[in-house]
């Protein structure tokens, strides 16, 4: 089997909430949420945190070393770049995109992500519109082969692009129905993709952790839940269900869109 590899993207030196990624989520800090949450999946190989040679990312690359996990660093706002590399250097046949803002992230869920990579060339939970999703922001998982990411790291030369990583891939792609949970399409630059679907639509819920209010509302759900390791993306959601004032904690939140970018990175060159 080819081997397969989730990288955790994250860096320190977030906009909207500075240090986000050691933030603390009922104890632990939010990035060993996400590790500890991703490496439960099953068709996983390794798992490695991808951050920055910025050394306002010192602390999350020693955090990474003292829990055992491995780390990689590379560009601050070429993301794109510093996907390939990491990949490169684990000898990933299949890179697993994770962000460490999701301390909810499904094991599940990823693992259901990474079985369509089987017939395709890029595989997602979600995409940004005009293709829509239906699972909550914050369940994001994308899939690749290396083969893709590297023409894609080789090629793509537009700004988001390079910071939002894998757009050259999907960017344009018609999708059509398979099956209830997966559609399907052959993007203009001829990627085969595919996107998992949940019926109901759940794609309106926020669950990532991009702000303060974001992290007001993670926060309340661990506090929630029975147990706060083995838990499944449906029993947030019950959570959620039962005590509909937690969302208006976060609900005046605009999600970032696939062409916005950090200000910081219009001027760098790839």
């Not at 909430?17 to 500890?36: F, H, N, S, T, Y």
Request: charged share 25%; with cysteine; hydrophobic share 40%.
């Amino acid at each position: 089997m080819p081997t397969t590899v989730a990288f955790i993207q994250g860096r320190m030196s977030s906009s909207r909430l500075p240090g986000k990624i050691l933030l603390d989520i009922a104890g632990k800090p939010m990035i060993q949420r996400v590790i500890e949450r991703t490496r439960r999946a099953r068709t996983l190989d390794a798992v490695v945190v991808a951050t920055t040679t910025d050394p306002s990312d010192d602390p999350a690359t020693a955090f990474a070393a003292s829990i055992g996990i491995p780390c990689t660093r590379g560009s601050l706002h070429d993301v794109l770049d510093r996907y390939y590399q990491a990949a490169k250097a684990h000898q990933a046949e299949i890179v697993v995109r994770i962000t460490a803002d999701c301390p909810v992230i499904d094991p599940a869920v990823i693992d259901q992500t990474v079985a369509l990579i089987t017939s395709a060339d890029f595989a997602c939970n979600r995409l940004p519109p005009p293709f829509g999703r239906t699972f909550p922001i914050g369940l994001d998982v994308e899939v690749c082969t290396f083969a893709a990411l590297e023409r894609a790291w080789r090629e793509s030369t537009e700004t988001f692009h390079r910071e939002h990583v894998l757009p050259y891939l999907y960017e344009g792609t018609t999708l059509s129905v398979d099956t209830a949970e997966v559609a399907r399409g052959l993007s203009p630059r001829g990627f085969r993709i595919a996107q998992l679907h949940h019926h109901p639509d759940y794609g309106s819920l926020r669950w990532t952790v991009d702000t303060p209010e974001d992290l007001v509302f993670i926060r309340e759900i661990f506090a929630r839940l029975p147990d706060q390791s083995q838990f499944t993306w449906y029993d947030v959601l019950q959570i959620a269900q039962k005590n509909p004032e937690l969302a208006e904690i976060n609900a005046g939140i605009r999600h970032k869109t696939m062409t916005d970018v950090d200000e910081r990175s219009k001027n760098h060159k790839s």
